[in-house]
């Protein structure tokens, strides 16, 4: 039944390869982001806070029309990127990366907030007393102690990622073998003819990839926790 043929593999190939650089690319931005947002107090908080999370509550497609107005050849972030340094993203599998990170990017930046939030300020207080410079009082206590927070994050934005439709399709198109990853494979065969078995291929697919990724993340954060207990 999972005998895929080679437009439905390559569509598996491409998926993973979007979800892989949507979590790479966006990992240090929403460390920072939840860093932010959770230690500090600043004017325009709440506004950062809701931009953050807008994607959880806007359609996906409205999500992909904003990306495409501000990134289009003709948006002002695009036409810069172009004239300046040749980078289109619209209609590519990079654009399809960049929706596909700004619709999980809520995800991650929630997961690892919630880990700093646990972290004991005490532990870093007591590391700085000690003589120890914020640069190493992060890296060798702060960061041990959300690396549960940030695998879970970082897990959660790649099973987002690889089920990402609406802001894909209208930023990046639905290209075979350019964009055309697993959801929009999926919708592809759901409109041709005597699609429906390799459209139940993917779907069948895309679950036991999400259990897989969900899964994963829940052994390695417990190993974690056990290995930071120890």
């Given at each position: 039944m999972l005998e895929l043929t080679p437009l439905e593999s390559e569509a598996l190939r491409l998926s993973l390869r979007v979800a892989f650089w949507a979590v790479l690319v966006s990992l240090p931005f929403g460390l920072a982001i939840a860093w932010l947002l959770q230690r500090y107090e600043f004017y325009g908080k709440t506004l950062l806070n809701g931009l953050v999370h807008l994607p959880l509550v806007l359609p996906p497609v409205v999500v992909g029309y904003l990306l495409l107005l501000l990134l289009g050849r003709r948006g002002p972030l695009g036409t810069w990127l172009y004239e300046n340094l040749g980078i289109t993203l619209p209609f590519t599998w990079e654009g399809a990366a960049l929706a596909a990170a700004v619709m999980a990017f809520p995800l991650m930046v929630r997961a690892?907030?919630?880990?700093?939030?646990?972290?004991?300020?005490?532990?870093?207080?007591?590391?700085?007393?000690?003589?120890?410079s914020r640069a190493a009082v992060f890296f060798t206590i702060t960061l041990p102690l959300i690396a549960p927070g940030i695998l879970t994050g970082c897990v959660l934005a790649f099973a987002r990622s690889l089920g990402e439709f609406g802001a894909t399709i209208t930023f990046a198109s639905n290209i075979p073998g350019e964009t055309r990853t697993l959801p929009l494979a999926l919708y592809s065969l759901i409109q041709t003819p005597e699609g429906e078995a390799g459209a139940l291929r993917l779907a069948v697919l895309s679950v036991l990839l999400s259990l897989a990724a969900l899964g994963a993340s829940e052994l390695l954060a417990r190993r974690l926790r056990a290995r930071l207990a120890a």
């Amino acid at each position: 039944m999972l005998e895929l043929t080679p437009l439905e593999s390559e569509a598996l190939r491409l998926s993973l390869r979007v979800a892989f650089w949507a979590v790479l690319v966006s990992l240090p931005f929403g460390l920072a982001i939840a860093w932010l947002l959770q230690r500090y107090e600043f004017y325009g908080k709440t506004l950062l806070n809701g931009l953050v999370h807008l994607p959880l509550v806007l359609p996906p497609v409205v999500v992909g029309y904003l990306l495409l107005l501000l990134l289009g050849r003709r948006g002002p972030l695009g036409t810069w990127l172009y004239e300046n340094l040749g980078i289109t993203l619209p209609f590519t599998w990079e654009g399809a990366a960049l929706a596909a990170a700004v619709m999980a990017f809520p995800l991650m930046v929630r997961a690892i907030r919630l880990s700093i939030e646990s972290v004991d300020q005490n532990l870093e207080t007591a590391g700085r007393t000690l003589g120890a410079s914020r640069a190493a009082v992060f890296f060798t206590i702060t960061l041990p102690l959300i690396a549960p927070g940030i695998l879970t994050g970082c897990v959660l934005a790649f099973a987002r990622s690889l089920g990402e439709f609406g802001a894909t399709i209208t930023f990046a198109s639905n290209i075979p073998g350019e964009t055309r990853t697993l959801p929009l494979a999926l919708y592809s065969l759901i409109q041709t003819p005597e699609g429906e078995a390799g459209a139940l291929r993917l779907a069948v697919l895309s679950v036991l990839l999400s259990l897989a990724a969900l899964g994963a993340s829940e052994l390695l954060a417990r190993r974690l926790r056990a290995r930071l207990a120890a």
